[in-house]
C-alpha cells in the first residue's frame, strides 16, 4: 500500500494495466476451457435445435421452431417428460428425507460414525453402471433376491424392471440409493456445523421433546444445507441416464423413457442432431429454471441475515 | 446447607469427564434474591457447575435443589430456571420478539398451538398468542428492546444481542437466573454499562441469580457474594470485601486483586513468632494454631510503603496509574518480586537498582501456613522491631 501510495499518477496507471494481463493470462486457460468446453458447444446445440441437421446429411435447413412443434406433439417426448418428472418427484424427497433421518441417528449415536458414513457413502464413489448389473440382479423376477424373500411371504414379485407398472419405480428406488449417501455426508456436515449451546438455550427455554428442539433448531439452522441439497438433487435426477441406459433402455415400451435418454436415441441412434438439440436445449431449460428457483426465492429464505 | 429453602442449592456435586474429575465436590447456596459471581482461572468448572444447575448435564453425585425441590434429575424444562449463554444462543431464524417469546410459548401454548400457520386458528390459541405478546413487549420495553422486535439477530450489534438474551431470560420470571460469561463479548465501554443494568434487573426480577465470570472487577462489584472457584473446588464463598480483605486460602488471595497480592516465603518459630528471611515480621501466631515451619506471608500493593527500616529491597521500576504508582521491587533475602502502590506525590525519584527499605502495618499482613490454609489467629507483637 504506502509503496503505490509514493508512485505517480501514470506510473500507477501503467502498473494497473500490467496486472490486469497479467490476470488474463493467468485466467486464459480457465477461459480457454469454458469457452471451447462449455460456451460452444451450448450455442452450436442453440443453433442445431433451429435446424433440421442429421448426421452425414450433405445439407441442412433453417427450420425455426419446427423442432419445438414437433416436441409438442410427440408421444415419445411427453412420456420421457412425464417419467423425468415422476423421477425427480419420488427421488428428490425420498433422498433426502432418508439422508436427513440417517444424518440424524448417526449424530445422535455415540459409536460408529465413520463406518456408517462409509457405508452410506459407498454408492457415491462406486461406479453407477457396474452397481447397475448388481441391481438388475437384486431385482431380477426369477433368480433376483428380491423376489425371492418375497417369494417366502408368500407374495408374487413383479419383474420390476420389465413391468411398465414397477420400472420407474425401481428406476427410483436405485436413485435414491445413488443419492443418499452423498446428501447424507452434507447434512452430517451441517449438523456438525450446530453450534451445541443453541440445543441447551432450548432445553432451558422448555422445548419438551426431541422434535421440538429439531423444529426449533435443527431444522432452520440446516436451511442452507437443505437447500443445496435439494437444487443438487433434483438437478442430479433431472439427469438421470445411465441406469436407464444398462437396464431398460426406456423401456417397455417407453415406460421408464426419460429426457435424456430420449436425446441420446435421437442424437445416436436415429442421427436426428437437430431434434436431439431441441430436447437439450428444454433439458437446459429446466436446470437453469432450479438455479433459477434456487438462488432468487429460497436463498432468500434460509439465510438469516 | 438445606436450611436455605429458597433459592439455588448445591450439595457435593461431582462430575467427570473421560475419567478426569472436573467438578470435585462442589457446595453452594445462592438465596433467593441474591447475587452470587462464580469467578475462577479458565477450565476451573465454572460452566460445568452451571450446566449441572441448569439440566443441561448431570452430576455423577451430588444433589441440586431449586427453592428446596430436589431437580437433580429433572429435565431443564421442568426446572424453573433460565440461562443466559456466553454466545447469546438466539435463533437466528427467530425475530427478536419471537426469540423472547419462545420460553413462554413452550410453557404456555399446545404443541397443536405453536404451529406455524394452522396453530393461530386453534381453539384458545388467540388469547394465550394475546398475552405473550404483552409479556414479551414489557420484556423489551425494560430492556429498551422495544425498537428492535422485528429484527433478526444477525442485524443487531453484540450489545443489544446480548440483551435479547437477557429479556428472553427474564420474560418468565424464573425462580433461579444463570449467566455464563454474558459480558465477555463485549467491548470495555458497554460492559461497564451493562454492568448496571444487569444488577437493576436481578433487583426487580428477585431471583436467585448466579453469575459466571473471568473478571475480577465485575464480581467484585456486582456480587452480594463472590464465590471463588479453582481445580473443580470452591474455596471460599464471602463478600466481596471479604474475599479481598479476609480470605481463607492462598490461591484465593493471589487469585482476587490486581495487582496480584504480595507473597513472601516466611518460617514460624517455637514462640509462633513469624520471620521472613530471619527478620521479625511483628506478627505473631497465637492459640489453637500451633503450627511451626515454613509458612507465607501475604501483604496486598497499597499495605506496604516505604519506611526509614524494614524489608530491604532493591527498586525495578515504577508504573504511574494516574490516581496511583506502582513500584516494582524485588526483597533481598529471598528475591521475591513485590508491587506496592503508592500514592504518586511520595514516591521520590528511584532509578532501577536503588535500594528501598519496605515497611508494613502487621495487622495487615496474612499469614498462610505451608498448604496455603489461612492461619487467621495472629497478633501484633506489641513492640514491632522492624517498622
Ligand atoms: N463435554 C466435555 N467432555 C470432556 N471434557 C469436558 C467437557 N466439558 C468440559 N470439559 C472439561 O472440563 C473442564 C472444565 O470446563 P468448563 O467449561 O467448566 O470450564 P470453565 O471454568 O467454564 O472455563 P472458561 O472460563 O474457559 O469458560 C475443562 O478442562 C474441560 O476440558
Ligand atoms: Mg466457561
Redesign the pocket.
Known amino acids: 500500500m504506502s509503496d503505490a501510495a509514493i508512485l505517480s499518477a501514470p506510473a500507477r496507471r501503467r502498473g494497473a494495466s500490467g496486472e490486469a494481463i497479467t490476470a488474463w493470462a493467468l485466467g486464459l486457460p480457465a477461459v480457454l476451457a469454458y469457452l471451447v468446453l462449455l460456451l460452444l458447444p451450448t450455442l452450436a446445440a442453440i443453433l442445431l435445435a433451429f435446424t433440421d441437421y442429421e448426421l452425414g446429411a450433405p445439407a441442412f435447413a433453417w427450420i425455426g421452431l419446427g423442432n419445438f412443434t414437433e416436441l409438442l406433439g410427440d408421444r415419445g417426448f411427453a412420456q420421457a417428460l412425464r417419467n423425468t418428472i415422476f423421477y425427480v418427484a419420488v427421488v428428490t424427497p425420498g433422498s433426502i428425507l432418508g439422508a436427513l433421518a440417517i444424518a440424524l441417528l448417526i449424530e445422535a449415536g455415540t459409536r460408529g460414525r465413520t463406518l456408517f458414513r462409509a457405508v452410506f457413502f459407498l454408492p457415491v464413489v462406486s461406479l453407477t453402471v457396474a452397481m447397475a448389473s448388481a441391481w438388475q440382479y437384486l431385482l431380477h423376477p426369477s433368480i433376483g433376491p428380491l423376489n425371492a424373500v418375497l417369494r417366502q411371504v408368500g407374495i408374487a414379485g413383479p419383474a420390476w424392471l420389465s413391468s411398465s407398472d414397477t420400472v420407474m419405480w425401481s428406476l427410483a428406488a436405485i436413485g435414491i440409493w445413488e443419492n443418499l449417501g452423498f446428501n447424507l455426508v452434507l447434512f452430517l456436515a451441517g449438523l456438525t456445523a450446530i453450534p451445541r449451546e443453541l440445543y441447551a438455550a432450548a432445553e432451558v427455554d422448555g422445548a419438551p421433546s426431541a422434535w421440538e428442539r429439531f423444529r426449533l433448531v435443527t431444522w432452520p439452522m440446516l436451511g442452507p444445507t437443505t437447500l443445496f441439497v435439494l437444487t443438487i438433487t433434483m438437478i442430479r435426477s433431472v439427469r438421470v441416464f445411465d441406469t436407464v441406459k444398462v437396464l431398460t433402455q426406456g423401456g417397455p415400451n417407453k415406460a421408464s423413457e426419460v429426457l435424456l435418454h430420449a436425446m441420446y436415441l435421437e442424437g445416436f441412434t436415429y442421427f436426428r442432431l437437430g431434434y436431439s438439440a431441441a430436447i437439450t436445449l428444454v433439458f437446459l431449460a429446466i436446470v437453469l429454471a432450479l438455479m433459477w428457483l434456487q438462488t432468487r426465492v429460497l436463498d432468500k429464505r434460509v439465510h438469516y441475515g | 446447607m438445606t436450611e436455605s429453602v429458597t433459592g439455588i442449592v448445591v450439595e457435593n456435586a461431582t462430575r467427570n469427564?473421560?475419567g478426569?474429575q472436573?467438578l470435585k465436590g462442589v457446595s453452594l447456596a445462592v438465596a433467593a434474591g441474591e447475587f452470587v459471581a462464580l469467578v475462577?482461572?479458565?477450565?476451573?468448572?465454572?460452566?460445568?457447575?452451571?450446566?449441572l444447575i441448569a439440566g443441561i448435564?448431570r452430576p455423577d453425585s451430588g444433589r441440586i435443589l431449586i427453592n428446596g425441590r430436589d431437580v437433580t434429575t429433572l429435565r431443564p424444562a421442568a426446572r424453573d430456571v433460565a440461562m443466559v449463554f456466553?454466545s447469546y444462543a438466539l435463533y437466528p431464524h427467530l425475530t427478536v420478539a419471537e426469540n423472547i417469546a419462545v420460553p413462554l410459548a413452550m410453557r404456555r401454548m399446545s404443541a397443536a398451538q405453536r404451529l406455524p400457520l394452522l396453530g393461530r386458528f386453534w381453539p384458545g390459541s388467540q388469547a394465550r398468542r394475546r398475552g405473550i405478546r404483552e409479556e414479551v413487549g414489557s420484556a423489551a420495553l425494560a430492556l429498551g428492546l422495544g425498537s428492535l422486535l422485528d429484527r433478526r439477530p444477525a442485524q443487531l450489534s453484540g450489545g443489544q444481542r446480548q440483551r435479547v438474551a437477557l429479556a428472553r431470560a427474564i420474560v418468565r420470571h424464573p425462580a433461579a437466573f444463570l449467566m455464563?460469561?454474558p459480558l465477555s463479548n463485549l467491548d470495555a465501554a458497554l460492559r461497564v454499562h451493562t454492568r448496571r443494568e444487569i444488577v437493576e434487573i436481578h433487583r426487580r426480577a428477585g431471583a436467585a441469580t448466579l453469575y459466571?465470570t473471568?473478571d475480577q472487577a465485575e464480581a467484585l462489584t456486582m456480587a452480594d457474594r463472590v464465590a471463588v472457584?479453582q481445580a473443580?473446588q470452591i474455596l471460599q464463598v464471602a463478600s466481596p470485601r471479604a474475599i479481598y480483605a479476609d480470605p481463607d486460602d492462598l490461591r484465593v488471595a493471589t487469585f482476587i486483586g490486581s495487582p496480584r497480592i504480595n507473597t513472601l516465603p516466611a518460617e514460624i518459630d517455637g514462640h509462633g513468632l513469624a520471620r521472613v528471611a530471619g527478620f521479625p515480621t511483628g506478627v505473631r501466631l497465637c492459640g489453637a494454631e500451633r503450627v511451626t515451619g515454613a509458612a507465607t506471608l501475604a501483604l496486598r500493593p497499597e499495605d506496604l510503603f516505604l519506611a526509614d527500616g524494614g524489608i530491604p529491597a532493591t527498586a525495578e521500576g515504577l508504573e504511574f496509574l494516574g490516581e496511583s504508582l506502582l513500584l516494582h521491587a524485588r526483597h533481598v533475602g529471598t528475591g521475591t518480586a513485590l508491587v506496592l502502590r503508592l500514592p504518586p506525590e511520595l514516591v521520590p525519584d528511584l532509578p532501577p537498582g536503588s535500594r528501598v527499605t519496605l515497611g508494613f502495618d502487621p495487622g495487615r499482613a496474612l499469614l498462610f501456613d505451608a498448604q496455603g490454609r489461612r492461619l487467621r489467629d495472629t497478633a501484633v507483637v506489641p513492640e514491632p522491631s522492624l517498622v
Open positions: 469427564f473421560a478426569q472436573v475462577g482461572p479458565s477450565g476451573c468448572g465454572k460452566s460445568t457447575l452451571m450446566r448435564d456466553q455464563d460469561e459466571v473471568h472457584m473443580g
